[in-house]
């Protein structure tokens, strides 16, 4: 990866943006540290200028008050595409449409989504769930009082992550994904039988 002053922008303005958030889990790591480590597995698979910036941007939309207008103001139009593509379509409260209607919504969004902003996807929630395995592989019951026991609709969801990434990405990174994420139904599975044997 090469280090650039949109890079460096791009660094100061996630820093700023997401002060004060941090990580689920049993440890509160800064959010920052997601999107540093999403833009170092991109960083193994494209130097592209833009989807890096954009892999330490790509929650910006989605979990801070930063518009796509200063976006692209800040980082032009091709960086706020990339992130608008894997940004979930906001749920107000008064919103009429469940969950499942977004989550709709979103799917549809990545059947046109450019390749960049598929690899910032897969390597964001490459990170998630490999962080995920790290911290609970021997704390079950610990991820359970985290994350619930929605097991099978997490399982369905990312499934249908899946389904959209190996439909349409031709990035080596895909093989990164599907190998994190079969250990990842490996994990949950084992989740399910221990809460089963509870």
């Avoid at 922008?9 to 990580?23: F, K, P, T």
């Avoid at 509160?28 to 698979?45: E, K, N, Q, S, V």
């Avoid at 609970?136 to 389904?163: A, K, P, V």
């Amino acid at each position: 990866m090469r280090y650039t002053f949109p890079v460096e922008q791009a660094i100061r303005a996630a820093s700023v943006l997401h002060a004060g958030q941090v990580r689920k889990g049993s440890v509160p790591y800064p959010y920052i540290t997601h999107l540093f480590a999403t833009a170092m597995i991109i960083a193994d698979y494209t130097e592209d200028e833009h989807t890096i910036v954009s892999a330490l941007l790509h929650e910006t939309l989605h979990n801070t008050d930063y518009s796509r207008e200063e976006m692209t103001d800040d980082f032009g139009p091709t960086v706020t595409h990339i992130v608008e593509s894997i940004t979930e379509p906001p749920l107000t409260s008064d919103d009429t449409r469940g969950r499942n209607e977004q989550r709709k919504e979103f799917f549809k969004q990545l059947k046109i989504a450019p390749d960049e902003a598929l690899m910032v996807l897969a390597a964001g929630k490459i990170h998630t769930m490999r962080s995920i395995i790290e911290e609970y592989i021997n704390d079950y019951t610990g991820f359970i009082s985290e994350y619930g026991t929605q097991h099978d609709e997490r399982i369905h969801y990312y499934q249908e992550l899946s389904n959209a990434l190996n439909r349409r990405l031709r990035n080596p990174i895909l093989s990164e994904f599907n190998a994190v994420f079969a250990e990842y139904k490996n994990f949950i599975h084992d989740i399910k039988e221990q809460s089963e044997t509870y």
